[in-house]
């Protein structure tokens, strides 16, 4: 899911700076500090919004800069399990496929990928489904579901699934939406 998060922090300014306007400046210096990181409590911090507050700027002895506490607004991408993602097949491999989801890629193991056993065929790098001869390639369209989140200091690692119906890609949620309707249609004659 994605966040606003509100943060307090202290952001110093380098004495070369002090010419130009102080929240320019430490908004520049609030993304090049978090924009690209990872944190265990927010995730993935997509962007800096905007600064809220600036409070009176500290003096260090012995330091040319200046520390201001700042109160500013952060972009996160914190994934959750259960959640149902839309993203495109960066890359397949022996093992699975990688979608982007957003801001990071997540792994849809081979076993998770639908109830089919997939196989890897390199020359075409496409996971093909036995049963079905459907395949999966890069920059496919696909809809998935969170089944797996771990976030360490420097990584998220994400495990999706679309093993469950109106999961895959969006031919397979068509087909899926399809049979339904039919189904639907043939329920409500019946009743009648």
Not at 7 to 33: C, G, M
Not at 104 to 133: E, T
Request: glycine share 8%; aromatic share 10%; charged share 30%.
């Amino acid at each position: 899911m994605y966040y606003l998060i509100k943060i307090k922090d202290t952001l110093r300014v380098p004495p070369n700076r002090f010419d130009e306007h102080l929240s320019d400046v430490l908004i520049e210096i609030a993304r090049e500090s978090f924009e690209g990181k990872i944190d265990v409590d927010f995730g993935f911090i997509v962007a800096v919004i905007g600064i809220d507050n600036i409070y009176r700027g500290k003096l260090i002895s012995g330091d040319g800069g200046v520390y201001y506490e700042t109160d500013f607004e952060m972009l996160c991408y914190l994934p959750e399990i259960g959640e149902i993602v839309a993203g495109e097949i960066v890359e397949t491999v022996d093992f699975g496929a990688f979608v982007r989801i957003g801001t990071i890629d997540a792994l849809c193991h081979v076993s998770q990928i639908a109830d089919d056993y997939f196989r890897y065929i390199p020359k075409n790098a496409v996971l093909r489904g036995d049963k079905s001869k459907r395949d999966l390639i890069v920059n496919t369209k696909v809809r998935a579901r969170i089944i797996a989140v771990s976030i360490g200091k420097t990584t998220i690692r994400v495990g999706l699934t679309m093993r469950q119906n109106s999961l895959g890609t969006l031919d397979w949620v068509n087909e899926w939406k399809t049979g339904l309707t039919k189904t639907d249609d043939v329920s409500v004659k019946e009743a009648s």
